[in-house]
């Protein structure tokens, strides 16, 4: 790679521990991708927790501190373990809080952000179309891509750490325009979307990122009118099962207001194409869900956290019933969110009906650390992405349905959605 | 036999192939106290990873899979080296910042040569891949 002089500075160790690690990092990636050079980025967003960082995680952070590092460029932080007001409520164990207080520490000293949400783009980190941007979080860097159009690769959080404390980022993939084209064809004709909701949005995607493992699809018949909340169920399912970090919906996606403009120079009558059926999303309804224990100990949403329209829809749902005695309910969203909830009387009217909003961690990772100890083993989620990540990384049991679905099971104690 | 391969990690290092013909996530895909595949369905379920020379065609899922490869390999249950049919982000940083000898692109299709428990070579430095 052909690097300026202050970056060739940085290598050298000139400048630092700190930055020559962060450099070496992003000269090892962008060697491997055959990157020309650096260019500079204008926002960055990290993801890890600490149920994938573990210790050995934050001691690789804390290494990077003593190395005198600090981000150079507006950086905000995913969700971590317990809502950071209420956690007394929660019995967060002792070593957990500090675990989370070290973790705090750390990225506070790098000058991270902690927003502690996975939302991050409607609460101030917001890039603009054609930006160069770094985030981690596949999800939100697929919203970012497709949605935005600002450019973002699919980075782990050790580039984008590396990248906001040196202010650039390695020139591949997704940052140019020639990797942007279209390569695989999806037709949604066979199917009957008007009667979808978002979970059968996500199941459908659930299949598409099998097939598409790391090519760009390109939705050629999904109406633009599509709103976009089943927007992100598609993005967020199918980053979960394929490498994906751009998808065109044509129509939609700034650049790809055409199937031409979507493809470029990409042959489109030569392209691969998928063309979906109700079988590929009755199988993914079934390859998701992992329980089959009908007793389910806590409905959980947010994964991505839930915004304030999808909690006034629980509320609505939630309307004169009661959560049964022996399932917990919780909403979970970031802490802006929550203080709206209360503007709102969102939060009084889900803890009347027996359920909790609980800020600052998501439905995929972060409360399964401490809940299995208390009990909760079943778990109902409308969130492929949470089915996914609780079941593997944290082992729980996993029932996948609609919003509607997962509150009735609230409300009857047992799963009342698809088995 | 020897395969030219693009090297992304240098480093030389010899080891017993596992080959899988699925995509892998490093988060919720692996165990890190084991190095086994805990995924349901992948055709590495319930195999050990930890050790070997891994083959694989490219990562997939969460980005956080770096920190997971992190905590596998710091305790000792990382592959040795890796090769990928092509590179992505996670996989790519994920032996960066641990030194495990990577290269990806082989000339040729490693399924059709390499079998579980071949003795195999990565040499980064050069950019091969040698079956004994």
Redesign the interface.
């Known amino acids: 790679m052909e690097l300026q002089k202050r970056e060739e500075e940085m290598l050298s160790g000139k400048h630092g521990s700190g930055l020559k690690k962060c450099m070496e990092i992003l000269v090892a990636v962008g060697e491997s991708y055959g990157a020309a050079r650096m260019i500079p980025i204008n926002s960055v967003h990290m993801a890890g927790n600490y149920s994938v960082m573990e210790t050995e995680g934050i001691e690789w952070l804390e290494e990077l501190v003593q190395g005198g590092s600090k981000v150079t460029v507006f950086t905000t932080k995913n969700p971590e373990m317990y809502d950071f007001e209420d956690w007394m409520e929660f019995n967060v164990p002792e070593d957990l809080r500090d675990k989370q207080n070290r973790i705090n520490n750390v990225l506070k000293a790098l000058g991270i952000t902690l927003l502690y949400s996975c939302h991050h783009y409607l609460a101030g980190n917001l890039p603009r179309f054609g930006d160069h941007i770094a985030w981690a979080s596949s999800g939100s860097g697929a919203f970012a891509n497709s949605v935005i159009g600002a450019r973002s690769n699919r980075d782990g959080d050790h580039t984008v750490i590396s990248a906001a404390i040196t202010g650039v980022i390695p020139e591949y993939g997704l940052h140019l325009s020639s990797n942007r084209k279209g390569q695989i064809i999806v037709t949604t004709d066979n199917l009957n979307l008007s009667g979808f909701n978002h979970a059968d949005f996500q199941a459908m995607a659930w299949h598409i990122g099998k097939k598409v493992r790391d090519r760009i699809p390109v939705f050629v018949d999904l109406s633009p009118d599509t709103v976009i909340q089943n927007i992100k169920a598609i993005l967020y399912s199918l980053t979960v099962t394929g490498a994906v970090g751009l998808v065109h919906f044509v129509g939609m996606t700034p650049e790809a207001q055409t199937v031409e403009a979507a493809c470029g120079t990409n042959d489109i009558a030569s392209l691969e194409r998928i063309s979906l059926t109700q079988e590929d999303v009755d199988q993914a309804y079934r390859e998701i869900s992992t329980a089959t224990d009908q007793k389910v100990d806590l409905v959980i949403f947010g994964c991505p956290q839930c915004t304030i329209q999808e909690i006034g829809e629980v509320v609505d749902l939630l309307e004169g019933k009661k959560v049964h005695p022996e399932t917990q309910l919780w909403i979970c969203t970031s802490g802006w969110v929550k203080t709206l909830c209360k503007r709102m009387g969102y939060w009084e009217k889900i803890r009347a009906a027996g359920g909790r909003i609980v800020a600052d961690i998501g439905a995929a990772c972060g409360p399964y650390l401490y809940l299995p100890k208390q009990g909760v083993r079943v778990i109902a989620v409308n969130s492929a992405r949470a089915s996914y990540y609780s079941h593997n990384v944290t082992g729980m049991e996993t029932w996948f349905g609609s919003t509607k679905e997962c509150i009735e099971t609230a409300i009857a104690g047992t799963w009342r959605g698809r088995k | 036999m020897k395969i030219r391969a693009k090297s992304?990690?240098k480093g030389v290092v010899r080891g017993e192939a596992i080959i899988s013909r699925m995509?892998i996530?490093f988060?919720?895909?692996v165990d890190?106290n084991t190095g086994i595949v805990?995924?349901?369905?992948h055709d590495l379920e319930g195999k050990s990873i930890a050790g070997k020379i891994l083959i694989f065609?490219?990562?997939?899922?969460?980005?956080?899979?770096?920190?997971?490869f992190?905590?596998t390999y710091?305790?000792g249950n990382a592959p040795k080296g890796i090769i990928n049919l092509?590179?992505?982000?996670?996989v790519?940083?994920?032996a960066?910042?641990t030194g495990t000898p990577m290269v990806?692109q082989p000339e040729k299709d490693p399924f059709d040569y390499i079998k579980d428990g071949d003795m195999v070579t990565i040499n980064g430095d050069e950019g091969f891949i040698e079956i004994e």
Do not use: M
Not at chain 2, 38 to 41: A, F, V
Not at chain 2, 57 to 68: E, F, H
């Open positions: 992304i990690v995509a996530s988060t919720g895909g890190p805990r995924e349901p369905g065609p490219i990562g997939k899922g969460s980005t956080t899979g770096s920190w997971q992190y905590a710091k305790r092509r590179a992505e982000g996670v790519a940083v994920s960066v910042i990806h």
